[in-house]
Every structure is written in C-alpha cells, then in structure tokens.
C-alpha cells in the first residue's frame, strides 16, 4: 500500500502510537528490535516516521496502562499531533 501511494506521488508520513512506560518495560529486546527493524525498512523508503512510543510514557495523562485519558493533561498529544500535520503541510 506504501509503495502504491509513493508511486502516485502522495507522500506518506507514519508516526507510532504512544505507550505507558509499564507497557514499553514490560516489552522484550527482541520485540524492540523488530519494531526498530521494521520501522528502518519503512525509512529506507524515503518516508517520514515520528516516534512517539515514549514520548508520553511518564506523564500523568493515562487513563489506564493502554489508553490516554480524556483530561486536560491529554491535549498534549492531540497539540503535538497537530503540529506534526501542519508541518508536514507546510513542507
């Protein structure tokens, strides 16, 4: 699907959900690995990847150890997702 929208000219822009920090120390170095292996390939391929697995971990914007709450404190992730889009708009 990737490699259909490139060759259509549609730029794709991946970024990786975010993730408690209970979730991303409960992970193995083999789940690690392969997610930093595929997340290389998809890199090879000219695309832009955000990551953000841990970018949210130690805030207190969880509502459990799978989901962002919906607080005030959550916006952040909202705020920051927009301002990925707008950027890569304006690039």
Not at 10 to 17: A, D, G, Q, Y
Not at 48 to 60: E, N, Q, S, V
Not at 63 to 83: L, P
């Amino acid at each position: 699907m990737i490699n259909k929208l490139q060759k259509r000219g549609t730029k794709v822009v991946l970024f990786t959900s975010p993730y408690h920090r209970v979730f991303l120390d409960d992970l193995n170095n083999e789940q690690k690995s392969s997610l930093d292996s595929i997340l290389g390939d998809l890199q090879k391929s000219n695309m832009t990847i955000y990551r953000l697995d841990d970018k949210y971990a130690d805030l207190p914007i969880w509502y459990n150890f799978d989901h962002i709450s919906y607080t005030k404190n959550s916006i952040i992730y909202s705020e920051d997702i927009a301002k990925l889009i707008i950027s890569e708009i304006d690039k």
